[in-house]
C-alpha cells in the first residue's frame, strides 16, 4: 500500500526544476551583472573625478607676469598679488617662488641647467570666492591699472575638455551598460529557446490539456527571471566585493587616484538582481511566446 | 455517423458533438493524408477508428484535438466552427477533450498524483477542490498504490491507465485514445476497454484509433474505418454506443 496522502500533497512545479545548462546560465549571467556593476561604479567614480577637478580648476585663476623695464620679476609678481588681493571675488593670492615657476615650465623647456638667461615668467596663484568668483575680466582690469604685462588664465580652455572628457566618459559608460544589458538579453533568449526545445514534451503536453500560450510562456518568463535575479544576486555582489577592496585599499588616495570610489558608490550595484530578472523576463516571454506560437 | 459529401443537411452540425464536413488535411506540400471526410460523431457515442498504419488515423485525431489544422473543408467541435475561433479562445475547447496518446505523454518530473492533477490545475481549480478526485480516480484505474510513484517506475500497463486517468480527471465532452492497448497484453487490453465503456455510461463521447481487431469485435461498438485517407464504413454505426 502507498503511504501517500492526498491531503498533504502539494502540486509539483509545471516546468522541471533543475537542467545542467541552469548552472551554465547563471554563470554567464552572473559574469555580465558583474561586468554591468564595474562600469556603473567606474562612471560613477569618472564622474566624481571629472567633478572635483573643475571644482578645483572653477575656483582658481592663474596670472602670468612678465617684467617690464628695469622691474626684476619677483618685483612684478608682488605688485600683481597686491594689485589682485581684496579685489570682489577673490581670496588667497600668491606669488609662486621663482623655484616654483620655473618647475612649472620646465617640462616645456627641457633639461636646460641655467634658466636665469631667459625671461621666465612669474606666477600667481589666485583662489577665488566659490560662491561669486571675480570675472577674468575684472583681473586683467586691475593689473592692467597697475601698468603690469599680465595674462589672465581662468583654466577654462581645461575646464571645457575636462567637463567633455567626463560626458564622454559618462556616455561610455552608458554604452558599454547598455551593451552588456543587451548580451545579457540575448543569452537569456539563446537560453529560452534552448529550454523551450529540451521540454518541447511537456510544452505539448500542457498546450494539449488546455494551457494557454500565454500561461507557458509565463512559466519560462518566470524561471528564468529568477535565474536571472539570482546571477544578478552573484554579480552584484562580486562586484560590490570588488568596489570594498578598492576603497579598503586607497579610494581617491591610493590604488585609484583617477577612479575616487566612496563607500555609497557600492549602494549603485543594489538594482541589478532585480534589473538582470527584468531583462531575462522580457527576453524569455518574448522568445517563448513566438517560439509556443510556432510549435503549437 | 458517416455522411455522403454535401448531402442533404451534411453541413448541420447541429446535435453533434463533433462533425467533419469534406475536410482534407495534409503536411505542408505532401499529398493529402486524409481526403474529403464527411462524418459526425452523437452526444455519448462510442467509435473505434480503425485502419492500417500510415491511414492517417492519428492525424484525424489531431484534428480533433487542435494540434493541426485542416487544408480543406470545415470541422465543428461542440457546435462551433473550429476554424473561426479565435486562438485565445481554442484552449477552452480542448479542455473539453481528453486525449490519451499512444505514447502515454506523462511528465516525468511529476508524480503519478501530478500527472492526473495537471489538466485541474490547468483549468484554474484549487487544489482542495479536486484533491479528492484524483485519488478517487487513481484508485478506479487500479493506481491507489502507485499515487507518488514518478512515470519511469510505472510498468507499461500502470502509465497507459495514468495516461487515461489524466485525460478523464475533467471529465471531458469528447475522449479520444490513439492505441490504447498497444503497449499492453491482451488482458490489460480488456480492463482498458471496460474503463473506456464505463466513461462512455457517464456520458463521454469516446473515439479510439486501434489495431486491435479483437477489441473491436468484442467489443460490438461501430467503427469507423480510413483507407488511405478516406472514410469507409465498418460494422454497425449508431448515434450511442
Redesign the interface.
Known amino acids: ?4 496522502d ?2 498533504r ?1 502539494k ?7 533543475a537542467d545542467a545548462r541552469d548552472g551554465s546560465l547563471i554563470f554567464v549571467v552572473a559574469t555580465l551583472c558583474f561586468l554591468a556593476c564595474l562600469t556603473a561604479l567606474t562612471v560613477l567614480a569618472t564622474d566624481r573625478a571629472a567633478r572635483g577637478w573643475s571644482d578645483q580648476l572653477t575656483g582658481q585663476a592663474t596670472v602670468i607676469v612678465r617684467a617690464k623695464g628695469a622691474e626684476t620679476p619677483d618685483s612684478a609678481a608682488a605688485r600683481a598679488a597686491e594689485a589682485l588681493s581684496g579685489l570682489p571675488g577673490v581670496g588667497e593670492v600668491r606669488a609662486l617662488e621663482k623655484e616654483k615657476a620655473e618647475a612649472l615650465i620646465a617640462p616645456w623647456l627641457g633639461d636646460i641647467a641655467d634658466l636665469d638667461d631667459l625671461p621666465v615668467p612669474r606666477l600667481v596663484a589666485v583662489d577665488l570666492d566659490p560662491k561669486a568668483p571675480a570675472t577674468p575680466q575684472s583681473l586683467d582690469k586691475a593689473l592692467k591699472a597697475q601698468g603690469l604685462d599680465a595674462v589672465v588664465d581662468d583654466h577654462s580652455i581645461w575646464l571645457k575638455d575636462i567637463q567633455r572628457a567626463a560626458g564622454f566618459a559618462r556616455w561610455v559608460g552608458v554604452a558599454v551598460f547598455a551593451l552588456i544589458a543587451a548580451a545579457a538579453g540575448a543569452v537569456v533568449a539563446f537560453a529560452t529557446r534552448a529550454g523551450l526545445t529540451a521540454r518541447h ?2 510544452v ?10 500565454d ?1 507557458i510562456a509565463r512559466l519560462f518568463q518566470m524561471r528564468f527571471a529568477r535565474m536571472a535575479a539570482l546571477a544578478g544576486l552573484f554579480g552584484a555582489g562580486g562586484a560590490a566585493i570588488m568596489g570594498a577592496i578598492l576603497r579598503l585599499m586607497g579610494g581617491g588616495q591610493g590604488l585609484t587616484p583617477v577612479l575616487p570610489i566612496v563607500w555609497t558608490d557600492l549602494l549603485a550595484v543594489l538594482p541589478c538582481p532585480v534589473a538582470a530578472g527584468l531583462v531575462a523576463a522580457v527576453a524569455a516571454r518574448l522568445t517563448a511566446q513566438a517560439l509556443i506560437a510556432k510549435m ?1 | 455517423m458517416l455522411r455522403q459529401p454535401h448531402d442533404e443537411g451534411a453541413l448541420d452540425a447541429e446535435g453533434a458533438v463533433l462533425a467533419f464536413d469534406d475536410v482534407s488535411m495534409r503536411y505542408g506540400r505532401a499529398p493529402e493524408t486524409l481526403k474529403d471526410l464527411n462524418f459526425s460523431l452523437a452526444p455519448g457515442s462510442f467509435h473505434f477508428l480503425t485502419g492500417a498504419s500510415g491511414a492517417g488515423k492519428s492525424s484525424l485525431l489531431k484534428l480533433i ?1 487542435l ?1 493541426a489544422k485542416p487544408s480543406k473543408g470545415l470541422i465543428h467541435l461542440f457546435g462551433q466552427n473550429v476554424s473561426a475561433v479565435p ?2 479562445e481554442q ?2 475547447l ?2 473539453r477533450i481528453g ?1 490519451v496518446f499512444q505514447e502515454f ?1 506523462l ?5 503519478a ?2 500527472n492526473v ?3 485541474l ?3 484554474g481549480r484549487k ?1 482542495d477542490s479536486y ?2 478526485d ?2 478517487e480516480l487513481l484508485a478506479w484505474v487500479g493506481l ?5 510513484a514518478m512515470p519511469a517506475t510505472l510498468a507499461g500497463g500502470e502509465k497507459q491507465r495514468l495516461a487515461i486517468a ?1 485525460a478523464v480527471v475533467n471529465r471531458p465532452d469528447i475522449l479520444l485514445a490513439d492505441e490504447p492497448t498497444g503497449n499492453v497484453d491482451h488482458e490489460m487490453g480488456l480492463r482498458i476497454l471496460r474503463l473506456f465503456v464505463e466513461l462512455n455510461r457517464l456520458g463521454t463521447t469516446v473515439l479510439i484509433a486501434t489495431h486491435d481487431q479483437d477489441l473491436v469485435a468484442r467489443s460490438g461498438k461501430p467503427v469507423l474505418h480510413l483507407e488511405e485517407g478516406r472514410l469507409t464504413q465498418l460494422g454497425p454505426v449508431g448515434g450511442g454506443g
Open positions: 500500500m502507498s503511504d501517500f492526498p491531503g500533497w502540486p509539483a512545479a509545471f516546468l522541471p526544476e514534451e511537456v505539448e503536453v500542457l498546450h494539449l490539456a488546455g494551457a494557454e500560450n500561461f503549437t | 484535438y494540434a486562438v485565445k484552449p477552452m480542448r479542455r486525449v505523454r511528465l516525468d518530473h511529476m508524480s498524483f501530478d492533477a495537471l489538466p490545475r490547468i483549468a487544489p484533491r479528492q484524483v485519488a491507489r498504490s502507485r499515487m507518488h489524466r
